[in-house]
């Protein structure tokens, strides 16, 4: 029987382009789909960093992992009335997260490296050829050891850094239950939600997630997994929703 899917809760911000394929599926299917944020990141003050006992100006290169852990390293900096020295060098982990220093600093002027393949492992080679500098890794409350995995595997001197975290938003359990489906995109998610629904009881609710991490943390939250992304042939989010509403909504397209 088909499941009926009449409102959709994304746990993302609203796209900011009336273009995004969300709103294409929410008209193709007559489904209702609003954008409510679970999660929001924080960065960390002045006070609770010192308290790291971390100078960043101690540290001759720096690994970013994500555009949000640059905004959040360079704000703490302007609070510290840091400024970064130009011999500075920045590890990225893609080249859309290295080129986003531009917000930042003179791009050409700096020794900048990034992987290729979007993941730490493609910096292998770069952090091997400069693994006399002393690294600096701005992270998140919560982070995956992979992040730091091929600093070891390297051999690499570095330090990690707890610079912004992850809380969860309020979002009301009567709220919650209110939806058929809801859609999520990192483990705080989860979280988040088990926090604002204590007595949350999945039932006939879909529960659909991206990524492998955010899947296991809904499997060992015990709850039932019915919609996953990316997956052989369904690479993005929206792809697997067009996919689960065109099974289950009865209505052929």
Known sequence: MALKIK???ISQPKPKTEKSPYFDIAEKYGVEMDFKPFIRVE???VKEFRQQRINILDYTAIVFTAKIAIDHFFKLCENLRITMPETMKYFCISEAVALYL???IV???????????GKMDGLGSSLAKHNKEKFLVPVSD???DDITSILDDKKIDYSKSIMYRTVSNDITEEE???YDMLVFF???GITSL???APNFVQGDKVIATFGPVTAKAVIDAGLRLDCEAPREGVTSMTAALEVFLKENSGKKK
């Open 194 to 196: 088990l926090k604002n």
């Open 7 to 9: 409102k959709i809760l």
């Open 102 to 104: 531009q917000k930042y």
């Open 107 to 117: 791009y050409r002027k700096r020794k900048i490296f990034f992987s290729a393949t």
């Open 186 to 188: 990192t483990p705080t």
């Open 43 to 45: 960065g960390i003050d």
């Open 142 to 144: 919560v982070h995956q």
């Open 176 to 178: 919650i239950m209110s």
